[in-house]
């Protein structure tokens, strides 16, 4: 169902704000405009009226009808204005401000435009740009991923409305409450806002489970390795405590990979004494092998380290936060465009700026060869390191190894479980190999996400959705899984060290 707005050159008072929103209009759009043009500046004291009224602002921000046909330069400019604008109203960060293209435009001004539009985004950290133009605008700057939000004039568009319009401006020169107005009506994405205090998602702490429960996930562990004959003991309250929960990791692991004979220990060769040096060497102390966390740990971890990537036009995508305030996503995600909006769960919505997409890799035939990830770094230097994370994995997935993803396709925080199928992609034209199948069901929107075992450390960048071998029950079978990049192959690693 449509919503009612209206949008307006003059600015609203109390009583017109009131009348307009007696009259069901649900959203205002407003002019943020440099203090020169004051005669049509949208204020925060008007942000609040409109408010109170019961209705959203949104921004467009418009100088002259035909600014962004001076490209680059102009969109800097304007940009750098818009910011300054929006900081002053109080508009908060994750909506989007609406730059006009109020002429009639032809083919040869899209480059233009184009460029306008993003040296603007550039400019206004932390917000989604918007275009308000005709038809055929829109649906250019649509495919070139020029905006992220869209508003439809039907002046110049030839009685056409585009999909792709979450704003649709029908008629000019209305009057309401003796103030003069343009009717339009919208449809979800608007990018709207008010002055009301923002809420702060809080993440849902679970009840720790009893110290006599075994998770199902355990259970399932523990029997797969009874049948094996790999371990003896029963489903008790103490079951990790004669065996350490890295130990049956490395059991299972074992298992997975074809070695479902015990190994039979080999005597120790009884070493020859060395002469007892003059002083004692010191030890050295060996690594401590990592914890292995339970499922509901991981899971708490990755969805406070999985972020919502806003990408352009064509949708959202997943990243990860690592420490330092850098995120990981996949290349197609962001599309290399220098400043991205990440959603966190905890902070909101802050801005990234691109450190460096992959330069793909040459095969032995000399073709280059796509390597799907991309490293940003939240602009704000202040959360850089307070921000959570999650640590990359040292170690290559292995066949079997579960892992658990928090992604932000079709629902923001979505937790799905997987199975790794193939380790490395290297049967494929061309070969991949830092590429693998696991039965993490991949959705649009999920692209970029975390694939993070059971440590709680980040093992693979979901990358596109595949069909992949997964056990059901005693059997295999084909289901929907995805092909990830994994992050402790040496052409993704040693490419990350240099940033990180």
């Given at each position: ?363 032995p035939d000399g073709k280059l060869v796509n390597v799907d990830v991309a490293l940003y770094r939240v602009t704000d230097t202040k959360l850089q390191n307070i921000l959570p994370s999650l640590p990359l994995s040292p170690e ?96 993704v690693a040693d490419w990350l060290k240099q940033y990180l």
């Amino acid at each position: 169902m449509a919503t009612k707005g209206i949008d307006c050159a003059v600015p609203l008072t109390a009583e017109k704000a009131k009348a307009m929103a007696a009259a069901g209009y649900k959203f205002v759009a407003r002019y943020m405009v440099p203090e020169r043009l004051a005669w049509k500046r949208l204020t925060k004291a008007e942000a609040g009226l409109i408010t109170a009224a019961g209705m959203k602002v949104v921004s467009v921000f418009e100088t002259t009808a035909n600014r962004p046909a001076g490209g680059a330069a102009a969109g800097l400019e304007d940009g750098v204005e818009a910011y300054k604008e929006a900081q002053l109203i109080g508009q908060p960060i994750g909506s989007a401000i609406y730059f006009a293209v109020d002429f009639d435009t032809k083919a040869t001004d899209y480059t233009a435009i184009e460029a306008y539009l993003r040296a603007a985004a550039t400019k206004i950290p932390g917000y989604e740009i918007g275009v308000y133009a005709e038809y055929d605008v829109i649906e250019e700057m649509a495919k070139r991923g020029a905006a992220q939000h869209f508003w439809q004039t039907y002046a110049w568009s030839g009685g056409k409305k585009s999909p792709r319009a979450n704003i649709y401006q029908y008629k000019n020169g209305q009057t309401i409450a003796g103030h003069t107005v343009d009717f339009n009506e919208s449809y979800g994405g608007e990018g709207w806002w008010d002055t009301r205090p923002q809420a702060v998602e809080k993440p849902v702490d679970k009840p720790a489970a009893k110290p006599t429960e075994i998770p199902e996930w355990k259970r399932a562990d523990h029997d797969e390795l009874l049948a094996a004959g790999l371990l003896t003991s029963d489903h008790t309250a103490s079951l990790d405590e004669p065996v350490p929960q890295w130990m049956l990791f490395a059991m299972l692991n074992r298992l997975r990979k074809g070695e479902t004979v015990p190994q039979e220990q080999q005597p120790k060769p009884v070493p020859t004494p060395d002469p007892k040096p003059d002083s004692e060497p010191v030890p050295t102390p060996k690594p401590k092998p990592p914890t292995i966390l339970d499922w509901a740990e991981v899971e708490r971890r990755t969805a406070l380290a999985s972020v919502q990537v806003t990408f352009g036009t064509a949708g959202r995508g997943s990243g990860t936060l690592l420490p330092g305030g850098y995120v990981l996503t996949a290349k197609h995600v962001g599309n290399g465009i220098d400043v991205i909006t990440v959603r966190t769960k905890e902070n909101g919505t802050v801005a990234a700026g691109l450190v460096g997409v992959h330069p793909g890799f040459k095969g032995p035939d000399g073709k280059l060869v796509n390597v799907d990830v991309a490293l940003y770094r939240v602009t704000d230097t202040k959360l850089q390191n307070i921000l959570p994370s999650l640590p990359l994995s040292p170690e290559a997935v292995i066949a079997g190894q579960d892992l658990l993803s928090v992604v932000h396709g079709d629902t923001f925080g979505k937790v799905k479980r997987g199975t790794v199928d193939r380790v490395s992609i290297s049967t494929s034209s061309p070969p991949t190999p830092w590429e693998f199948d696991c039965s993490i069901d991949g959705n649009p929107g999920d692209s970029g996400g975390a694939a993070v075992n059971q440590f709680g450390e980040l093992s693979g960048v979901i990358i596109q959705e595949t069909m992949v071998n997964a056990k059901i029950g005693s059997a295999w079978q084909r289901v929907p899984g995805c092909e990830a990049i994994n992050v402790a192959h040496s052409v993704v690693a040693d490419w990350l060290k240099q940033y990180l």
